[in-house]
């Protein structure tokens, strides 16, 4: 089981997703990708997102890197990919926002 764990830039909200309930990465603009997934909420029908918002032609790229660590066999040893704004491997990210039944 991979979990991922989206952090804002000031690593003051944060939610941790299993890889297997991620519905969708989609790249909405150059500089926009959106993560869906099931709501933490069993009673909101609507898929929780996150929006990463990311330098300017780096969505496609960024989209890339998180859909390929998703499903890597291993993550540096870790069970956890941590995505967190301007920080290895996701430095391209300048915010990470969480919307509940977006």
């Known amino acids: 089981m991979r979990i991922l764990n989206f952090v804002d830039g000031a690593g003051t909200d944060e939610i941790f997703v299993n890889s297997s309930q991620i519905r969708a990465v989609q790249v909405t603009s150059n500089t ?3 993560v869906y997934f099931a709501s933490q909420d069993p ?5 929780d997102k996150v929006a990463l918002t990311c330098g300017t032609g780096k969505s496609h790229l960024v989209a890339l890197k998180l859909s390929e660590l998703m499903v890597a066999s291993n993550i540096g040893g870790a069970s956890v990919l941590k ?3 301007a920080t290895a ?3 391209d990210v300048s915010t ?3 919307s509940a039944g977006a």
Do not use: K, L, Q, S
């Not at 009673?43 to 898929?47: I, K, L, Q, R």
């Open 32 to 34: 926009n990708v959106n």
């Open 43 to 47: 009673a909101v029908t609507a898929n």
């Open 83 to 85: 995505v967190i704004a």
């Open 89 to 91: 491997p996701f430095a």
């Open 96 to 98: 990470v926002a969480y």
